[in-house]
Nanobody, 123 residues
Framework: QVQLVESGGGLVQAGGSLRLSCAAS????????MAWFRQAPGKEREFVAR????????YYVDSVKGRFTISRDNAKNTVYLQMNSLKPEDTAVYYC????????????????WGQGTQVTVSS
């Protein structure tokens, strides 16, 4: 069982930066693939980025490549999402997710979820 708690969201102007954190409970954090998803009002939940259990492999949706960076610190049971050059279209609730099922990009691939943190980018 893994419990996830996100933090770091907020209001930022376009072009600005935010760093999201996701703190996980449980002794087996290092064995999970971790990911960030986001959901804008009236839209489906969207995959943003994922990172392998070791941190050696990452994958991003095209719309954030070159702007966002996912990382993890297994000693601190924490995964991060550094978001730079933010755009108004990045506005959404951002969710942290953990998977013991594999390294997919679909929400169905993830069996643990945080409560979400709001990111709002003003133009």
């Amino acid at each position: 069982q893994v419990q996830l708690v996100e933090s770091g969201g907020g209001l930022v102007q376009a072009g600005g930066s935010l760093r999201l954190s996701c703190a996980a409970s449980g002794r087996t954090f290092g064995s999970y693939v971790m990911a960030w998803f986001r959901q804008a009002p009236g839209k489906e939940r969207e995959f943003v980025a994922r990172i392998s259990w070791s941190g050696s492999s990452t994958y991003y949706v095209d719309s954030v490549k070159g702007r966002f960076t996912i990382s993890r610190d297994n000693a601190k049971n924490t995964v991060y999402l550094q978001m730079n050059s933010l755009k108004p279209e990045d506005t959404a609730v951002y969710y942290c997710a953990a998977s013991s099922l594999g390294a997919g990009t679909n929400a169905r691939d993830y069996n643990y979820w945080g409560q979400g943190t709001q990111v709002t980018v003003s133009s």
